[in-house]
């Protein structure tokens, strides 16, 4: 088991999550470097309305302006994971690793499906199954469907085999939000939650819970307190 601080923030706006998980993976980076023992990092959090576009993502798949922005209480960042555009905001689950990949001894193609594992895991508790699509990361539900459509967002940055970033579980997320986006970059694919395939709104806290669980059963971590 690899000890791991688990720590939630509750509603944190973007920039500040963002910088916390900096420090965090510049920490990581020199212990690593120097050798010296490391505590790896599991942040949850909410954010308040804001979308962010990865490093090599498409500025056209924004399709509201700065004041649309402003009138839909948004915010809109350029940032350094991978992958295209995405939306957060609050009754979503965002989860920040901020691990040493090598002390869990995989790369980062392996963790990338651990992540999808640990959402997959999550929502079945909920009946509801989720799978992977050929050519996309993320979560998917009837992904060999006309109706595809992802429940969960992942992009991740990994430099020196540590990761930041992670994904976006959407639990009881207002979707209308995905309307001002393709989100993804995805043009012809939906989005949906927890909440939406139930029709029903979710315990955000359980779902906290079993994701804390299966990140411990996926990647064996042992929470610290």
Known sequence: MVKTELTDLGILNYRDAWTKQQLLFERLKEEKNTGKPSINYLLFVEHPHVYTLGRNGDRQN???????????NAEFIQVD????????????LVV????????FEI???????RLEEVVI????KYGINGGRMKGATGVWLDTDTQSARKICAIGVKCSGFVTMHGFALNVN???NYFNYINPCGFIDKGVTSIEKELKHKINFEEVKTLTAQNFSEVFGMEFTV
Do not use: S, W
């Open 81 to 92: 994971r991978g992958g295209d555009i995405t939306y957060h905001g609050q009754g979503q």
């Open 62 to 72: 924004m399709l509201i302006d700065a004041i649309q922005l402003q009138a839909k």
């Open 121 to 124: 895991r999550t929502i079945c």
């Open 107 to 113: 790369g980062i193609k392996e963790y990338v499906y």
């Open 96 to 103: 920040y690793p901020v691990i040493r990949l090598d002390m």
């Open 173 to 175: 997320t207002d979707l």
